[in-house]
Every structure is written in C-alpha cells, then in structure tokens.
C-alpha cells in the first residue's frame, strides 16, 4: 500500500511539475517598441550593462528568471539580415555578417506583455485536414441515343483525411496554403451514374487524392481544388466519373484546420 501511495505522489509531482513550465519558453516573439534591456548570461545572471534593442527584431525565449524571461535575439538563416538592420548595438552591421553577438538579455515581464507580440512565421510547413463542401463533375459532348454520356454534376461529397502542405504568410491576417492529401470519402452513386450497378441511390465508399490553394484572412478561407475520386469494390469500375478529375470550392470558416507546424523561415 506505501508502494501505491508513493507512485501517486511522484505521479502528482510529475504532473505539476509539467504544468509549471512556462508555455512562452523555446517560442519566438518580436518587440513591438523599441526597449533597453539588462544583458545577462544563458542562465539570467545580470552582466554590466544594457542595450536599446529596435521595434522589429525579433527574439527566442530561452528560460525564466525572476520576475521575467531570458532572450536571445535570433541569429540564423534570414533572421540574420532582418535582424542586423534594426539592431541597435555597439556592432556595425559589417562587423555582424553572418551572426549576430551570441549576447542574452533580461526580459521583464511587465515588457513582454505591453511591448512584444509572436514573431510572424512567414513560411512553413503545415499539415492537418480540410473540408470540401462542394465538389463539381464535368459532363460529356457525347451522346448515346440522344443522350449524354454524362451531365454536370455538383456534389457535397463527404471527405476526411489529411492534407501536408506549405504556407505563406505576409501578415498575421493574411496566407496562403498549398496543398496536397488523400482522404476516405462516401460518394453519392445511383443508377444513372453507375450504368446500372446499383439500382438506386446509395453511398459508396473511396478514396481521393486532392491540390489545392487555400487563401486565408484570420479564420475565414477560400480555397479552390482539383483531384480524383477512386471508389472501391465493382462499382468503381462501372462508375461513368472513373479517371475523371473534379474541381473544389471552399469557402468558409476554418475550413482547413492545422494541427502542427514547421517554421522553415
């Protein structure tokens, strides 16, 4: 019983432990005003000294320390020029180059909620699901008996799958997604579209793979994508729409919802 007892309580610690961690650490900001900081160690230890850092330059949170956060200011790949025009030191942009001085700098807190926002992540990968309420068939010029071989078809097909991608952003308002997935989909099939195969309307399952763009602006998303529709079993060799690729609409609110992330600034 002292055993259960124990492993709960370090269960317990675990878990509080885990919750204490402050969830700003490791992400990336910028300053929305220019600030002078205290400079310090990777630890928070202060140094003498402090420096004016511009509004733009963007930084990393490393660790807390007492009373705010320890930064650094972001040295690698395109933050390096970004970075070196609006940084405000001792050091010349000629002198800087291809780094920026691995200097750390005391954060308070009071600073960071009046006068830092997250750093806009202007490329990256992403991947997560997306909705097509409307997908549209083309018909056919041919004819079987004065009849056409296919007519135009809109469907609200159901779709849900996974999508990988790259997105774009200029501004925290505005992106754009490229995109790329398969998905399992129930299809609308009867008689007509099936030349025969099933005898009335039903849903057949598939899968489709799918591309597309997708504008956002904050939640709400217009999108529009092309792909093919396989259905399983018989009736997709029956099926008059094999082979043939449908074109997508998407408009609304968060129709591709992302479920992570990689900046590849």
């Known amino acids: ?38 400079k310090c160690d990777g630890i928070g230890n202060t140094i003498a000294g402090s420096e004016i850092i511009n509004a733009g330059v963007q930084f990393k949170i490393d660790g807390t320390a007492t009373g705010g956060y320890v930064i650094h200011i972001l040295q690698k790949g395109s933050d390096v020029a970004f970075n070196t025009r609006l940084y405000l030191s001792s050091f010349s942009a000629a002198t800087l180059k291809n780094s920026l001085p691995d200097r750390f700098f005391l954060l308070p807190l009071q600073t ?32 079987v008996e004065n009849i056409y071989n296919k007519d135009f078809l809109l469907t ?22 490229i995109l790329g997935g398969f998905s399992v989909t129930s299809i609308q099939v009867d008689s007509s579209t099936t030349k025969g195969y099933y005898k009335s309307a039903s849903n057949a399952s598939g899968v489709t793979g799918h591309f597309g763009i997708l504008l956002e602006n904050n939640n709400f998303q217009f ?22 690729p449908w074109v997508g609409i998407a408009i609304g609110y968060s129709l591709f919802k992302t479920k992570s992330s990689q900046d590849i600034q």
């Open 223 to 244: 999108g529009l994508f092309t792909g093919i529709d396989y259905l399983t079993g018989g009736v997709g060799k029956q099926w008059i729409y094999k082979d043939q």
């Open 1 to 38: 019983m002292k055993k259960i007892y124990l492993s709960l309580l370090f269960v317990c610690f675990t878990f509080f432990a885990f919750c204490q961690v402050d969830k700003n650490v490791g992400k990336y900001f910028e300053f929305n005003e220019n600030v002078s900081l205290e």
């Open 156 to 177: 609200n097909d159901v779709s849900l799958g996974f999508s990988i991608g790259y997105k774009r952003k200029w501004s925290q308002e505005w992106g754009l997604d």
């Open 112 to 143: 960071f909620n009046t006068k830092c926002k997250p750093r806009l992540t202007k490329n990256s990968f992403t991947i997560g699901t997306v909705l097509l309420p409307i997908k549209m068939r083309f018909g056919s010029s041919s004819k």
